[in-house]
């Protein structure tokens, strides 16, 4: 079996889109903030959505399961406040468990947060126990700034995210560390944001003493890990001078990277850096980096091709696909177990 462990509902029906729009516009003018039922998708639209992009690709590139989030961009915590954040998270969230219901055997959802910058990620706590207890989801996808490119919020080891972590040690889901589109102008959003915040996240955690609190904590740093595998060298060496075990032991029974890197060097440095049990398969597809790569006539974000061609036994392959997901994700492990998978 092969596990994407990151995709997003990127092609939702346009009136997802409009209805945000107008929510955007009744910010300060009451009147005009639309209520959540005049949000209305058929199960037909969300079908359409999904079987002409994500599923027929999957199908096409051989991919049997995506953990399915809503569109990262879209997260926007910015904007608004907590109680806007708190309503759009709740219709996303609410979209992509319809979609899981839709086809059961090829998305499990994955929750994002209603965070708003300077406030209480704690209020969190009840989207994410709705998403986990009644639509099943796997993971979160937590948003290190939500102030959008501004990085107000104080590093993931600070104790304000806590009862985040608590809350996913006892439900044992891991956190995909994903920002959102930036609103400052120095930062394109996937060419430089995501990526910072990778690279942000895993020096956060290297800094800190966070995973001696939570042992069992896992993040899942997405896009390959941003910057880090490319300099794994200068972060053991940062880690050595600031008298932290070594990485081995200091982060990596807590962090992951995943494949979501669009040519065959990367993923091949990837896998010579990072040990295979800490890579996790994903494309990110239908997402960043939609076209065709001139150099090899294939798309950008079909990574199996890189998977496939890069010098790992057949064993390791095997974790990368399925194995690393079953025990980094074991809501979803013991979900495909109870269908006899
Ligand atoms: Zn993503």
């Known amino acids: 079996m092969i596990i994407d462990i990151h995709g997003h509902y990127t092609t939702a029906p346009k009136a997802l889109e409009t209805w945000r729009n107008r929510q955007i516009a009744g910010i300060g003018s009451p009147s005009e903030m639309p209520k959540v039922s005049e949000l209305r998708i058929s199960d037909d639209e969300l079908r359409e959505s999904i079987e002409s992009n994500q599923l027929k690709l999957m199908r096409e590139r051989g991919l049997d399961l995506t953990i399915f989030s809503p569109r990262a961009s879209f997260m926007a915590h910015h904007i608004g406040d907590f109680e806007i954040s708190s309503t759009w998270a709740a219709i996303c969230n609410e979209l992509c468990y319809r979609v899981k219901q839709l086809f059961p055997d090829h998305f499990v959802p994955a929750a994002m947060l209603p965070q708003s910058p300077g406030v209480d990620p704690s209020t969190c706590i009840a989207e994410l126990v709705r998403c986990v207890e009644q639509y099943g989801n796997v993971a979160i996808n937590l948003n290190p700034d939500p102030s959008g490119g501004h990085w107000t919020s104080p590093p993931l080891s600070d104790r304000s995210w806590y009862p985040i972590y608590e809350k996913m040690v006892e439900y044992d889901i891991p956190a995909m560390i994903h920002v959102s589109t930036s609103c400052n102008a ?59 075990p070594l990485l081995k032991d200091h982060l990596l029974n807590n962090v992951f990277f995943d494949t979501c890197v ?22 990110e597809m239908i997402g960043a980096v939609r076209g065709i790569d001139p150099e090899t006539g294939h798309y950008f974000d079909d990574t199996k091709r890189y998977v496939e061609a890069a010098h790992v036994a057949a064993q390791d392959r ?5 194995g690393n997901a079953r025990r980094v994700y074991p809501r979803l492990d013991a979900m495909l177990k109870a269908k006899g998978l």
């Open 186 to 244: 120095c930062f394109h959003t996937t060419g430089s944001h995501y990526l910072n915040a990778d690279t942000t996240a895993f020096m956060q955690c290297l800094t800190s003493d966070l995973f001696r609190d939570f042992p069992t904590l896992r993040f899942v740093i997405p896009h390959g890990g941003g910057a880090v595998p490319y300099h794994w060298g200068r972060f053991r060496g940062l880690a050595q001078e600031l008298k932290k």
């Open 262 to 283: 669009y040519h065959q060097p990367g993923i091949d440095l990837l896998t010579k850096v990072i040990p295979v049990d800490n890579i996790l398969f994903a494309s």
């Open 318 to 322: 095997q974790k990368i696909y399925e």
